[in-house]
């Protein structure tokens, strides 16, 4: 499985419009927004302004929508950018809620991705990265080349950042459960051994 690192290389939009849901400032539009809030003297609350509308994810709903299927504690890491999201996050109990059922067979996780649009597998003696070559191997091969495409397009969002390293050892953690949010189209990895939740999500475009 392809582990997120500073290799995987994001190239810059190709517009003044962010390709991602949180922007919507068109040239114009923020030109105005700029001169306004220079004559009350507040540009850095601009800067801050724009930063935040052009994440991925916001970390309150990300949080909150996490929140349905694990036992979260505090947030150790959260990062996003454009087409990335990387976070880490403790939970208090290492198990998920019983409201997201953990598959132990590709075919059923699969499954429940389609009927649910989000599953959860996690098999004995198996790691997430093992545990997404079998669903790639499988007739769940959707699941499978998701899991790779998350996994590599967030790197940026992992850079020069310790948690990556973390993140490396959930992804051969043996008995670690792979979960895929399809509606987010988010990674997440639970490591029972240190109770982390690692949310990984990028975007090709």
């Known amino acids: 499985m392809a582990i997120p690192s500073g290799q995987f290389a994001v190239s810059p939009p190709s517009s003044n ?11 114009g539009a923020r030109a105005t927004f700029v001169r306004r809030l220079r004559s009350h003297g507040a540009l850095a609350a601009l800067a801050v302004l724009l930063l935040a509308a052009c994440e991925r994810d916001n970390e309150l709903e990300l949080r909150s929508r996490l929140n349905q299927w694990f036992f979260l504690g505090d947030t150790v890491y959260f990062s996003s950018r454009m087409r990335c999201t990387g976070a880490m996050i403790h939970v208090i109990v290492d198990r998920p809620r019983s409201n997201l059922s953990v598959q132990d067979h590709p075919d059923q996780a699969k499954t429940a991705l389609r009927n649910q649009g989000v599953a959860a597998i996690r098999i004995d003696g198996m790691t997430p990265a093992d545990l997404t070559d079998a669903m790639l191997l499988s007739g769940a091969g959707f699941f499978g080349k998701q899991a790779l495409a998350a996994g590599a397009l967030a790197g940026p969002c992992f850079d020069r950042s310790e948690i990556g390293a973390f993140l490396h050892d959930a992804l051969t953690r043996p008995g670690a459960t792979l979960a895929y949010d399809g509606v987010n ?10 109770n982390r939740l690692f949310y990984i999500a990028g975007d090709v475009w």
């Open 185 to 194: 189209e988010g990674l997440i990895i639970l490591d029972p051994n240190r």
């Open 17 to 27: 419009h962010c390709t991602r849901r949180r922007c919507h400032h068109g040239t």
